[in-house]
């Protein structure tokens, strides 16, 4: 059975709390440095259109949206989902959402994943969460969408101030940080 794990205080608190702007964009140093995911993995999801962020001459810039995208598709591929499965799950969210994923989830609910590797379901009430762990007469995965995205705007916070900190310290912060 899978285990869920969410936190107590709401999407929109811990929006407030950690002052993450929907609009900052990320580099995909710092995607790479959030998410954990290699540098070739991001390249390769951009190529094939699952996650496409706005380029800049040869940049690639990745919004807060992007980035929630990212952090969900690491979970499931962690958790053994192959990428035409993750693709699925992508396009269930998108079409579920009518919007991007990080915009939904700090409308304030807690949004639950759910499959047994064929069914997907999404979920906020924890009454028929556990009604279908209940009855699925098979091992289900369970992912709070929710939490993914607050780990990723947690990561974001300890982010801008290693950043920060580097500049208050003198030193020029990591993009700017060329010899010259």
């Known amino acids: 059975m899978a ?5 107590k205080h709401s999407a929109i ?12 964009s990320f580099t995909s140093r710092e995607v790479i440095e959030l998410t954990r995911i290699t540098p070739r993995q991001l390249q390769w999801w951009d190529e094939r259109g699952i996650v ?3 380029h ?10 992007d980035l929630a995208e990212v952090a969900v598709i690491c979970e499931l591929r962690r958790r053994g989902f192959s990428l035409q499965r993750v693709r699925k799950v992508i396009r269930f969210l998108q079409r579920e959402f009518s919007k991007r994923l990080a915009e939904t989830v700090t409308a304030g609910s807690e949004y639950h994943l759910l499959t047994d590797g064929r069914t997907l379901y ?3 009430s924890a009454r028929q969460i556990v009604d279908i762990l209940k009855n699925s007469r098979q091992p289900m ?8 995205v607050r780990q990723v705007r947690a990561e974001i916070r300890g982010l801008k101030k290693k950043n920060g900190s580097d500049t208050a310290a003198g030193r020029a912060p990591r993009e700017s940080s060329k010899a010259s």
Not at 13 to 24: A, G, M, P
Not at 141 to 148: M, P, Q, S, V, W
Request: charged content about 30%.
């Open 141 to 148: 995965l369970a992912i709070c969408l929710t939490d993914t």
């Open 122 to 124: 999404l979920e906020t």
């Open 13 to 24: 608190e811990l929006f407030k709390r950690f002052q993450v702007n929907l609009q900052d």
């Open 3 to 7: 285990r869920l794990k969410c936190f």
């Open 56 to 65: 800049q001459g040869h940049r690639r810039l990745y919004s807060m949206e």
């Open 52 to 54: 496409v962020p706005r």
